[in-house]
C-alpha cells in the first residue's frame, strides 16, 4: 500500500483546508484509514478514523466539532476537512492506512496556521 498525502499549507486562523490522502497498491487489504499529526517538539497525535466497511468514524476530542474525515471510494482517497483552525493545529499531517498485516503510513504534509 502506498499513501500520497497533499493539501496542507498556510492558512489564517479560522480558516479551512481539506487534506487528501490517496491510497494506491493493494488497496483492497485496507481495513482503516486515519490521519495523525505531529507538532515540532511534541509526539504523533491521533486525529481521526474511517473504518472502510462501514464509512464508521472516530475523531479525536481535540478536534471534534471542527475536522472531519471522510471517503471517496472511486478516487481511494480519503480527506480531512478542517474548519475553525487554531495555531496549535500546526503540524505535519500524516494519513495511515490499517490492514490485517501491517499499517502503512503517507509522507506527510505540512499545515501552519497563522495567528
Known amino acids: 500500500v502506498q499513501l500520497q498525502a497533499s493539501g496542507g499549507g498556510l492558512v489564517q486562523a479560522g480558516g479551512s483546508l481539506r487534506l487528501s490522502c490517496a491510497a494506491s497498491g493493494s488497496v483492497s487489504s485496507i481495513r482503516t484509514m486515519s490521519w495523525y499529526r505531529q507538532a515540532p517538539g511534541k509526539q504523533r497525535e491521533y486525529v481521526a478514523l474511517?473504518?472502510?466497511?462501514?464509512?464508521?468514524?472516530n475523531v479525536a476530542d481535540s478536534v471534534k466539532g471542527r475536522f472531519t474525515i471522510s471517503r471517496d471510494n472511486a478516487k481511494n482517497t480519503v480527506y480531512l476537512q478542517m474548519n475553525s483552525l487554531k495555531p496549535e493545529d500546526t503540524a505535519v499531517y500524516y494519513c495511515?492506512?490499517?490492514?490485517?498485516?501491517?499499517?502503512?503510513w503517507g509522507q506527510g504534509t505540512q499545515v501552519t496556521v497563522s495567528s
Open positions: 495511515q492506512a490499517g490492514t490485517f498485516g501491517a499499517d502503512y
Open positions: 474511517i473504518v472502510i466497511s462501514d464509512h464508521n468514524i
